[in-house]
């Protein structure tokens, strides 16, 4: 069998036998659902009492002694009235009986607990083995304020020991290095209620993210694609031409201006539209590569935000290529080229690509659709990497490259994308004149290699565990004294090195020991260290982060370890 399908069964009966466990110990609950997620599965009911965190080893054990009795689960089709005498108690389950298209519905029963269900398990109880129950929370039927609370219990589940304590490990980790713990302690980036889903950035965190722009406008600018700057609000006939009136208009924020009603951008593309546009165009100019570091604004419910993996504002380091459609290939191989130089610098070595293809609300003909996709095929079957398709997962206005890459503890993120798209041409007419003189439709790439520049330095700070490479640290190199002697040679060593790093002193009176303890929690790669000696001799020592120490290096060695390291 598939080892998906096999997975699926798995969890799928590990929330019958959660139900199961919890009818013994809390009689008359009602179940509702209790459908597989990713990694294990949920059940969601009503229970006479209030089930905490503490509880759920009994359950768990309960669990595992109803897998010791190994019941066989037998599926079986009854009528809908038999359902209905059935559950009849239950009057969650009799709303699902009742939303059942078909006159029969599937029952499965192990042992004396009986479940309304559709089947896809394992043979029997006894093969449910490596799971745990994870977490209790309150949850509302259908997801809706009005209906009855529910509680929710979420448990994880596995083929085997090895991958369930994989799992245990990658979450205890995940939790350790949660970006938001590591934005506090680190000082980087606060969210405040004053601005639900709007990140303020702190200063050490915005020289983060300056670095992470640099490296990008460098790059940009080696192949020949010239920034803009365009406005973070436009008027909602511009949105209306773009189409993101009609398709996006719940995740835009409105206002007016005088009587017009404006947008705060959702996309920064019709920026660059609008610029293109602002006089004919040769075919000599294209292809055109346009970039900007647009900040966006998106509505996202406020139950989903998260730090600043899911935010409500955020910059996309956006760029727009207009060209011919000949010429489209061979920018996207490009594009391709970019985001793997840039992930490489990173850090990032497991990448996982696809590309997404005809949604069900496309704009746009199948014919144009399916020459895009070409084209995405084509330079991804020169890249050399492997990719997946993603079937109907592209946006409403063209196809798409989305490109995954995996941290450190093992997830996956999604961030860069490539994405052709042949509607907002149409929309905004843009056109070039061609060799014949004629004027003629250009093509449009839109891609974004960090994608959120706030995400990605989020998924950085996780993925290095707060540890940032040299060139990424906010304070590179701090020098720290024995005794205020040293002052004096400190500052003008400080002063000599600014040039090549982002370097400060430590000037408080605290012990050494302190000072060392203060640079590493604050994850500084490097601490110059100058004593007695180190000014008699007119040396450095070098102390990193992991503690390891060079002695006796001279000023021209500092500087030309900085250069090598950070090019
Ligand atoms: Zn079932
Ligand atoms: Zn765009």
Redesign the pocket.
Known sequence: MDKHVELEHLR??AA?LLAHAISELYPNTRFTIGPTTDTGFFYDFLAQTTIREEDLPAIEERMRQIASENFPIIQSCVSKEEARRIFKDNPFKLELINDIQDAEVGL?TQGSFV?L?????VASTGQIQHFKLISVSGVYWRGDKENPQLQRITGIAFLSQAELDQYLHQREEALKYDHRKLGKELDLFSLLPEGIGFPFIHPKGNLILNTLKNFMRQLLYENDYQEVATPIMLNADLWRRSGHYSYYKENMYFSHIDETEYAIRPMNCPGAFLIYNTRPRSYRELPMRISEFGYVHRHELSGVLHGLMRVRAFTIDDAHIICQLNQMEQEITNVLKLIFITLAKTGFENIKIGLATRPANAMGSVEVWEIAINALKQALEKSGHSYTIKEGDGAFYGPKIEIGIQDSIGRTWQCSTVQVDFVQPENFDLTCINSSGQKERVVVVHHAIFGSLERFFAILLEHYKGKLPLWLSPIQTRIMTITDQELPYARNLRDQLKKYLRIDIEESSDPISAKIKKAQIEQIPWMLVIGKKEVENNTITLRHRDGTQEFGLTLAEIIERAQKELT
């Open positions: 799928h009966s019958h499965s479940d269900c559709r089947g896809g398990h």
